[in-house]
């Protein structure tokens, strides 16, 4: 199965990112974000970090975990390629995600830059869920 795929879109990046479960499906799309950024598999996974974020559903914690990408490139230059999500859970206020990452710090002369990514958008956001693929359809503007 794909990871992810790009879709047509006049200007910004539009994404489809798959999985066989929702967690699967959020990883690739983690992946799927840096490979706008940079060449992804150049990224070595030096550094692990733990991350944690909410939304009041699915799609607000898919928007908040992207961003929690952008926001780490902004203010420390991270970068990442692995991801693994240990659960995706039902909560009182929402939902919350739980993962571990793995990547390195921005090296220009190892990453090459594409294209900056200056938001995770709602627009034309979906979670399309089948009994054997998960797909997720986000725009990133760039």
Same mark, same amino acid.
């Given at each position: 199965?794909?990871?992810?795929?790009?879709?047509?879109?006049?200007?910004?990046?539009?994404?489809?990112?798959?999985?066989?479960?929702?967690?699967?499906?959020?990883?690739?799309?983690?992946?799927?974000?840096?490979?706008?950024?940079?060449?992804?598999?150049?990224?070595?996974?030096?550094?692990?970090?733990?991350?944690?974020?909410?939304?009041?559903?699915?799609?607000?914690?898919?928007?908040?975990?992207?961003?929690?990408?952008?926001? !780490?490139?902004?203010?420390?230059?991270?970068? +990442?390629? #692995?991801?693994? $999500?240990? @659960?995706?859970?039902?909560?009182?206020?929402?939902?919350?995600?739980?993962?571990?990452?793995?990547?390195?710090?921005?090296?220009?002369?190892?990453?090459?830059? !594409?294209?900056?990514?200056?938001?995770?958008? +709602?627009? #034309?956001?979906? $979670?399309? @869920?089948?009994?054997?693929?998960?797909?997720?359809?986000?725009?990133?503007?760039?």
């Amino acid at each position: 199965m794909k990871r992810f795929k790009f879709l047509e879109h006049t200007a910004d990046a539009y994404v489809a990112a798959y999985g066989s479960t929702l967690e699967e499906a959020f990883e690739n799309a983690a992946y799927a974000t840096f490979e706008v950024m940079t060449e992804a598999e150049k990224i070595e996974p030096k550094i692990e970090e733990n991350v944690e974020v909410e939304g009041h559903d699915e799609q607000s914690l898919l928007y908040n975990w992207l961003e929690a990408f952008l926001v !780490k490139f902004d203010t420390a230059g991270k970068l +990442y390629s #692995r991801f693994k $999500i240990h @659960k995706i859970e039902k909560t009182k206020e929402g939902y919350r995600l739980i993962a571990r990452i793995w990547g390195e710090t921005y090296n220009s002369k190892k990453h090459p830059q !594409k294209v900056g990514i200056k938001a995770v958008t +709602y627009h #034309r956001m979906e $979670i399309v @869920k089948k009994p054997e693929q998960i797909t997720l359809k986000f725009i990133l503007d760039i």
